[in-house]
């Protein structure tokens, strides 16, 4: 077994981590992507590599550790092309935690700021059931 080379490059490092998610191995993945942004924290692929370590932890339905990933996604890279797919995941997220009022927030403001996008649509989708359960109290 070779040992991991510690002068890796950002590419191969971001590469075995995002084989890891492709093959569901979602733990692994988290502490890869975390290791990752430790090692590249200014890096080419950190503003991805934090998207998906939101979509790791989504998909472990650790909805509050996405909407953490997710929201630094945002602040730190506010110019990614992810930024719309990660307000939309934490619409998503504060839905399945039941906390409605935070979910609409953010559909709300990405609806704004990305109108005519996939993702807007899909808020738009989201924010109709909301409303009707806030409605419904």
């Known amino acids: 077994e070779v040992p991991l080379s ?17 093959e569901l191995e979602y733990d ?11 090692n590249y924290p200014d890096g080419r692929y950190a503003h991805i590599a934090r998207y998906w370590l939101g979509e790791a932890n989504y998909a ?3 909805y509050r550790a996405a909407i953490g990933d997710y929201k ?9 092309p992810k930024v719309a797919e990660a307000m939309l995941k934490i619409g998503y997220s504060y839905n399945q935690l039941e906390e409605y009022q935070a979910a609409r927030d953010i ?4 609806t704004g700021k ?8 899909q808020a738009r989708n989201l924010l109709q059931k909301i409303r009707a359960k806030l409605s419904n109290g």
């Open 107 to 110: 559909l709300e403001k990405l």
């Open 28 to 38: 692994k993945a988290i502490a890869a992507f975390r290791e990752f942004l430790q």
């Open 60 to 62: 472990q339905r650790n």
């Open 6 to 22: 510690v002068d890796k490059t950002e590419q191969e490092a971001y590469k075995d981590a995002f084989n890891l998610l492709r």
């Open 72 to 80: 630094s996604l945002i602040e730190r890279y506010p110019d990614s």
């Open 114 to 121: 990305y109108a005519g996008t996939t993702e807007a649509s």
